[in-house]
């Protein structure tokens, strides 16, 4: 069975520092992988995707995470924050090329900014 | 380019009552799911369709729980007898087929958030 574990339920950066959000997986199969930022009261937005391919994926907003097979880690990161980064952050899995690719998702990061 | 669409987005109800929800895929989507959301957790898979057709359900979906796409268009997440653990945010997506363009994920609406009293 998948699972994810994203390390840390709440991350607190100032403006203008790095971001650094850690997500873990577990998959038997090659895993599709995927970061979604949620606002208050609203779904979840895709910021970006591994599916095969470069390990480096970059996403919307300034975001990248880089899957890396041996850590079975798919952090992310951004360089600068901005206030507007203030969110929740949830890692999810899919086992590539099964019938339902249901994701399996992290229990989330809350991401504050600090001015 | 219309999204994937949940209504109401607001339920309040009190103990014992029956909720339905609503969710409309985007159109050209034949895979459309249901997830839960508790405060403070990711979401929950509960059940998927592919067409008309429940493929999956997930042993979160109790006998009080009810899921229907009669046309492989729009779906309905009926709740009967509602209890207070019931309270949460669902979420539904939608996605492609396999060959239809689908890369894996999952589009979601913006949900429709439960409150039992």
């Known amino acids: 069975a998948q699972s994810v574990t994203q390390l840390g339920s709440h991350v607190s950066v100032s403006e203008g520092a790095l971001v650094l959000l850690r997500c873990n997986y577990s998959?038997?199969?090659?895993?599709?992988l995927f970061w979604y930022v949620q606002y208050p009261n609203q779904g979840l937005q895709l910021l970006l995707k591994?599916?095969?391919?470069?390990?480096l994926v970059k996403g919307i907003n300034g975001f990248e995470a880089e899957f890396k097979k041996s850590e079975t880690s798919f952090h992310l990161t951004k360089p600068s924050a901005h206030m507007s980064d203030a969110a929740e952050y949830f890692c999810a899995v899919s086992e590539a090329g099964q019938g339902a690719q249901k994701l399996v998702f992290g229990q989330g990061t809350r991401l504050t900014i600090n001015p | 380019d219309t999204g994937v669409s949940q209504d109401p987005r607001h339920k309040i109800t009190k103990r014992g009552q029956n909720v339905t929800f609503r969710c409309d895929p985007i159109s050209e989507h034949n895979r459309l799911y249901w997830y839960r959301q508790t405060l403070g957790q990711g979401p929950e898979f509960l059940t998927y369709f592919q067409n008309e057709a429940q493929l999956e359900k997930s042993r979160l979906l109790s006998d009080r729980f009810s899921a229907e796409r009669p046309k492989g268009s729009f779906s309905t997440l009926e709740i009967q007898r509602t209890e207070q653990g019931d309270s949460a945010m669902y979420l539904c997506?939608?996605?492609?087929?396999?060959?239809?363009?689908?890369?894996?994920?999952?589009?979601f609406g913006e949900g429709s958030r439960l409150t039992v009293l």
């Open positions: 997506a939608s996605s492609p087929d396999i060959g239809q363009g689908n890369t894996g994920e999952l589009f």
């Open positions: 591994y599916t095969t391919g470069a390990t």
């Open positions: 998959s038997s199969v090659p895993p599709y």
